[in-house]
Nanobody, 122 residues
Framework: VQLQASGGGPVQAGDSLRLSCAAS????????MGWFRQAPGKEREFAAGVSWNGRSTYYADSVKGRFTISRDNTENTVDLQMNSLNPEDTAVYYC????????????????WGQGTQVTVSS
């Protein structure tokens, strides 16, 4: 499976943005998926995760109630809908895949996309 993230860009505070991660390969449905983000000078941090079947979702406290993760195993995509964006959300966003179910720790993910930049100005 290879991952390709897209949808980032510059937005104003309060705006919404939808990121998408497209996966190649026929085993996408076997992977749990996550979105991570990394701001300049900071470590990569977990933002949201979704189980292989889409039934369970997980969010960092900083994005809970504003971000929604979803997946479509027929289209091999996982999306991150981001609402009420603020400057603290500015980061490079990465999608990632793992065969386990520990969503919060980046080192447990097997596959990573290339990242897409989100810049939120006040």
């Amino acid at each position: 499976v290879q991952l390709q993230a897209s949808g980032g860009g510059p937005v104003q505070a309060g705006d919404s943005l939808r990121l998408s991660c497209a996966a190649s390969g026929r085993t996408f449905g076997r992977y749990a998926m996550g979105w991570f983000r990394q701001a300049p000078g900071k470590e990569r941090e977990f933002a949201a995760g979704v189980s292989w079947n889409g039934r369970s979702t997980y969010y960092a406290d900083s994005v809970k109630g504003r971000f929604t993760i979803s997946r479509d195993n027929t289209e091999n995509t996982v999306d991150l809908q981001m609402n009420s964006l603020n400057p603290e959300d500015t980061a490079v966003y990465y999608c990632a895949a793992q065969r386990g179910n520990d969503y919060w720790r980046a080192f447990l993910y097997d596959l990573w996309g290339q990242g897409t930049q989100v810049t939120v100005s006040s």
